[in-house]
């Protein structure tokens, strides 16, 4: 039940990250919010740190994971940050629902396992024929916006990467401390980085850009992050992937309803290919075996082997 309800507040909190890291930027650079989001989150986590005297550097190699998970951070949020200035926040969501596929070409190189049978490999032309569309809609209507696209394209590769490599790495950490490792692993170049394309200190931010960082602070950066490395520790990236199906779908509800985005036909159509190749790639079999086995409690003694196991029998 634990890992259940840590899978659905991930769903939750990414669904809701692409529209508020846009309100963030309200009174700030996409690169001072970046800096102030995590900062504040990093400052909370060690003061709890220090509060139930928790170390963060108990085992000889944990830094490695740290500094793994670091890239998902630094310099993937600058590149979100940044992109996420020039598409919708919906858009920002469904570009993003590639990771899946971005994470199992990586694993195939990482963690020598090949994810992709002919199903999969028809997916991944079906996702790319629907980004193809987003893409040139985005490019026909605003250069910029293609460039938007292309960065969160960036973005995956960065997030996928980090977390295979994690993965790869194989050290149990508890998932806070992972987060806040992260989080201090990835301040310096935010710092650099906020220095050389920055480095004034805003002198007055709204009210909309200060909530918006505080939510992002403490829901996105801490217990966002706590809870998805929870996830991790627990499931395959791939299984992980799953988040990302659910994910766009809520983002583009919330940008239509809360911020009135609009998208052209064109593009709800790429969107809807997208969404369906995610369905074809992960599998709805898979789903629900994945969701059986989180509320099942052998879950916990067998872990993802049960999965596999039962997914075999199934098909």
Request: charged share 10%; net charge positive; aromatic share 14%.
């Amino acid at each position: 039940m634990a890992v259940l309800l840590a899978y659905f507040s991930v769903v939750l909190i990414w669904a809701t990250t692409p529209l508020t890291i846009q309100w963030s930027s309200d009174s700030l650079s996409f690169i001072a919010a970046v800096l102030l989001r995590m900062s504040f989150a990093l400052t909370v986590g060690l003061v709890i740190n220090l509060v139930l005297r928790r170390k963060l550097f108990l085992l000889p190699n944990v830094w490695q994971v740290y500094a793994a998970g670091a890239i998902g951070i630094f310099p993937n949020m600058p590149v979100v940050y940044w992109s996420a200035q020039f598409i919708p926040s919906g858009l920002v969501a469904i570009v993003f629902a590639m990771s899946p596929f971005v994470t199992g070409l990586i694993s195939a190189v990482l963690l020598k396992e090949n994810p992709f049978s002919r199903r999969r490999v028809l997916a991944l032309m079906l996702a790319m024929f629907g980004l193809s569309i987003i893409f040139y809609q985005q490019l026909h209507f605003n250069l910029r916006a293609a460039f938007g696209v292309i960065g969160i394209l960036l973005s995956c590769f960065l997030f996928g990467f980090s977390s295979v490599l994690v993965k790869k790495l194989n050290v149990r950490v508890d998932a806070f401390n992972q987060a806040l490792g992260t989080l201090l692993f990835a301040l310096p170049g935010l710092l650099i980085t906020w220095w050389f394309l920055d480095g004034h200190i805003p002198l007055a931010i709204s009210i909309k850009s200060l909530m918006a960082v505080s939510y992002l602070s403490i829901f996105g950066s801490l217990l966002g992050a706590a809870l998805f490395f929870y996830v991790l520790a627990n499931m395959s990236p791939i299984s992980v992937s799953l988040i990302t199906f659910m994910t766009p779908i809520l983002a583009l509800m919330l940008g239509a309803l809360v911020a009135k985005e609009s998208l052209s036909l064109w593009v709800w159509m790429g969107a809807g290919l997208v969404v369906f190749a995610l369905l074809l790639y992960l599998d709805l079999s898979a789903t629900v075996l994945l969701f059986k086995a989180l509320r099942s409690p052998k879950w916990q003694d067998d872990g993802l082997q049960s999965i596999k196991d039962d997914y075999i029998r199934y098909k």
